[in-house]
């Protein structure tokens, strides 16, 4: 069991070790459940071993975690470059190619909302391209129903709202 595990914590570097954006617990949960590699409670397992021993990090939001690889998971993964077997490097290029775009969409329009202490919600909408904000709007909730769909609302709607915004600003 050890070293399956210690196979499922190498793939799931090399997947972040192959994007130049994070990748979210479900696209990669989802990655290696489609290919039917391991249960979903493994990947959990390997996924937080990863988190304990500082080779990749989390950033939360309300409704996923998006993680990074660290220079410490780089150099744990150059020093394993045959413990992944090409059929299964060759699966995950293939994944990035046939959803990269789709993948990167989903990472770059970003909404998650926090409690202010005025018992409001914030919710903060973001469009990122790599690490630079295209737009970044804090809008005030006076629910947490009404902040859940306002984030979820973005992520369908954030083009519009978008080009509605610089529409009425460049006029």
């Not at 617990?25 to 391991?38: A, E, M």
């Not at 993680?67 to 060759?90: H, M, N, Q, V, W």
């Not at 947490?144 to 915004?165: M, S």
């Amino acid at each position: 069991m050890a070293e399956a595990l210690t196979q499922y914590k190498l793939i799931v570097l090399y997947m972040l070790d192959h994007v130049d954006f994070p990748l979210t617990n479900t696209q990669i949960s989802n990655f290696v459940l489609d290919k039917g590699y391991t249960t979903y409670f493994t990947i959990q397992q390997a996924i937080n071993g990863l988190l304990s021993a500082e080779l990749i990090h989390a950033k939360p939001t309300h409704n996923n975690t998006c993680y990074y690889i660290t220079p410490a998971g780089r150099e744990t993964l150059s020093f394993f470059p045959d413990k992944i077997s090409s059929a299964i490097k060759a699966d995950v290029l293939t994944y990035f190619a046939e959803n990269k775009m789709e993948l990167r969409q989903e990472i770059s329009v970003i909404a998650d909302y926090y409690k202010t202490t005025a018992q409001e919600y914030a919710v903060r909408c973001q469009i990122k391209e790599k690490d630079r904000a295209l737009v970044d709007l804090t809008v005030l909730a006076k629910t947490k129903e009404q902040a859940e769909a306002v984030c979820e609302n973005w992520k369908k709607q954030n083009e519009e709202v978008y080009a509605f915004l610089m529409d009425l600003l460049i006029r």
